[in-house]
């Protein structure tokens, strides 16, 4: 059984920073491309940012340059590391996982799901 447990969300203040941590059971990992998408109150999941088993790392533009995502393969776990925040981005994170080697940012392109856990920026 595949299994994704998100980890690291909370209150942060604008300007300050989270990290949020995604641990996965239940498949190969390292060929296996992840993703975060993140949800706000009453609008649409979307997109935030990819890593493909192969290397590539797309990431939404509305958070380029402050957000990164990485993976460790030997722990099974990616990574989202959060600058910079915004009241905008908060919203319920979620770690996604997918039976292919590429990243995609289309919501149904990704198999498996992990619970999500809240982002909070005050300003």
């Known amino acids: 059984q595949v299994q994704l447990v998100e980890s690291g969300g909370g209150l942060v203040q604008a300007g300050g920073s989270l990290r949020l941590s995604c641990a996965t059971s239940g498949r190969p990992f390292s060929t296996g491309a992840m993703a975060w998408f993140r949800q706000a109150p009453g609008k649409e999941r979307e997109f935030v940012a990819g890593?493909?088993?192969?290397?590539?790392?797309p990431v939404a533009d509305s958070v380029k340059g402050r957000f990164t995502m990485s993976r460790d393969n030997a722990k099974n776990t990616v990574y989202l590391q959060m600058t910079s925040l915004k009241p905008e981005d908060t919203a319920v994170y979620y770690c996604?996982?997918?039976?292919?080697?590429?990243?995609?940012?289309?919501?149904?392109?990704?198999?498996?799901w992990g619970q999500g856990t809240q982002v909070t920026v005050s300003s």
């Open positions: 890593s493909s088993g192969i290397g590539g790392r």
């Open positions: 996604a996982g997918r039976n292919s080697w590429i990243a995609a940012a289309s919501e149904s392109s990704y198999d498996y």
